[in-house]
């Protein structure tokens, strides 16, 4: 990377940018904390005062039953109880007959006059009369202590007849309360909105450095570096994206690789020919022009040269298309056996005199459909490199048997066999094995790509089984058809 695209990029990535994570991971965090703030503001705001005053006349009420029960009993509990309660809880007890007398005041044991709260048990005694009901509760202000207060009111007895229990309980703790909780509540805002920063630029930085370095490694991997690596970090999604990327990088090595050996295997492929083609052209020219045999003899050799050149550009040709999605197939009901049993005899009249033995084992007539000369072109790949690469015994066994539904395609070799951790690869494009590498044996690599791309556009199951020293198993099912009339053409 040049100096000026190293600048750049640094000044890229100092440059403030909203849509960052860290940004937005600080202001998702922000965010949150506010409003979480604003809720608990809300809450003691509008609900605590109305919350506490729901809970105190709860409590007065259940007061109020514990006094009527001892005052109806009239055991003399009453008043112990009654003053034990104001005490505890800081609240006037008051008791009236009927026409308004005091029968008890606790007033008079704690201030010095003898009647207290005479206005707000006028108010409750009027709301109690007026509203046909047992008891009756109100809340008003305090003037004198800037607070308010609960007036509660109810009948002794059933009837209004009965003597009437007043409590009166202040509710001044809960401004004070408010605004303990108020000066907490501004600390307690302040280090949450402090603590969200801190958590956010923490978070944002640990999920923010694998991007950063996958994306630094991404960009030498675009400048033609393939042994970068990449390092996911301590995340799930981030690891996963560093393996792909790991893959994607050690696959794009792999095929640079092919590419580079095909080259240097095309060019020396298409260098031999030319070379023959030429020199035996010159030949004819020079010397056996007027030579019928000679001449012949050297067409023969220009012919088997051109061949090889066209064979190299079809398997080229081919492999692009497949590649491309592009080749097409003409499909129709043919007899694979018949097929097979014509491709390996083609093999058998060229073979014969180099010493091969090409068995042919095969079942009854058995029809799949598909592209005839396709499947001939992933037959003669099967047979072709079987002869190729088989044993000192040079027996090339081709058997094909019906199983169920389908039918079989093995072409058998006794040769050197294929390493198991290259069984995986032997498909690819480009690939040679160890064995084909080490052996000058003629091709461009592509026959097995191509023979794939075939069979998988047929949907056929196909696969290699080999052990080294022992030989090869190149096989492929396709699905069997009825026979069809004369009727039937192609499909």
């Not at 509990?77 to 505890?88: H, V, W």
């Not at 004070?176 to 280090?191: A, D, M, N, P, V």
Request: aromatic share 10%; hydrophobic share 40%.
């Amino acid at each position: 990377m040049s100096t000026t695209t190293a600048r750049k990029e640094k000044n890229r990535q100092n440059k403030f940018d909203l849509n960052s994570i860290r940004t937005v991971m600080l202001l998702y965090f922000f965010t949150f904390a506010a409003v979480l703030i604003m809720l608990i503001w809300s809450l003691q705001s509008f609900f605590m005062t109305h919350y506490f005053e729901q809970m105190k006349v709860q409590e007065t009420e259940h007061t109020a039953a514990l006094l009527k029960n001892e005052f109806l009993q009239d055991d003399g509990q009453f008043k112990n109880l009654a003053l034990n309660a104001s005490a505890s809880s800081d609240i006037f007890i008051r008791v009236d007959t009927p026409d308004g007398t005091s029968v008890f005041d606790n007033g008079s044991y704690f201030r010095p006059s003898s009647i207290a709260y005479d206005y707000e048990t006028s108010t409750a005694r009027d709301r109690l009369e007026k509203s046909n009901k047992n008891s009756v509760s109100l809340v008003a202000n305090d003037t004198k202590k800037d607070s308010r207060k609960l007036i509660y009111a109810t009948y002794i007895g059933d009837t209004p007849s009965n003597n009437i229990l007043f409590i009166v309980a202040p509710l001044y703790p809960v401004k004070s309360t408010i605004s303990i909780l108020r000066l907490q509540l501004k600390y307690i805002s302040f280090i949450a909105l402090i603590v969200a920063a801190l958590l956010a630029l923490f978070i944002a930085r640990r999920l923010s450095r694998p991007i950063k370095d996958i994306t630094k490694s991404a960009m030498e991997l675009s400048h033609g570096n393939y042994n970068v690596k990449f390092n996911g970090g301590m995340f799930t999604e981030t690891n996963e994206l560093a393996r792909t990327l790991n893959t994607a990088s050690y696959e794009m090595q792999k095929t640079d690789f092919y590419q580079r050996d095909l080259i240097a295997n095309v060019s020396h492929d298409l260098k031999t020919p030319l070379t023959m083609i030429k020199s035996y052209a010159e030949m004819i020219n020079d010397i056996s022009g007027d030579n019928p045999e000679k001449r012949k003899e050297h067409l023969k050799v220009i012919i088997t040269e051109a061949d090889r050149l066209n064979k190299l550009v079809s398997d080229m040709l081919s492999a692009s298309k497949i590649q491309s999605n592009n080749l097409e197939l003409d499909k129709e009901i043919f007899d694979l056996v018949a097929v097979t049993e014509e491709i390996v005899a083609t093999y058998k009249v060229l073979n014969e005199q180099d010493g091969y033995h090409i068995r042919l084992n095969k079942c009854k007539a058995t029809y799949v459909y598909g592209d005839k000369e396709k499947i001939k072109q992933v037959l003669s790949n099967f047979v072709s490199n079987a002869i190729k690469y088989c044993g000192e015994d040079r027996v090339v066994n081709v058997d094909v048997k019906r199983i169920g539904k389908k039918v079989r395609v093995d072409v058998i070799d006794h040769g050197d066999g294929i390493a198991s951790d290259e069984l995986s690869h032997v498909w690819e494009r480009y690939y040679r094995t160890s064995a084909n590498r080490n052996r000058t044996i003629e091709g461009s690599g592509l026959g097995l790509s191509i023979v794939k791309g075939i069979l998988v556009l047929h949907n056929a199951n196909y696969g290699v089984k080999s052990k080294v020293g022992q030989g090869s198993d190149f096989w492929f099912e396709m699905d069997t058809v009825k026979k069809p009339t004369d009727a039937e053409g192609k499909k």
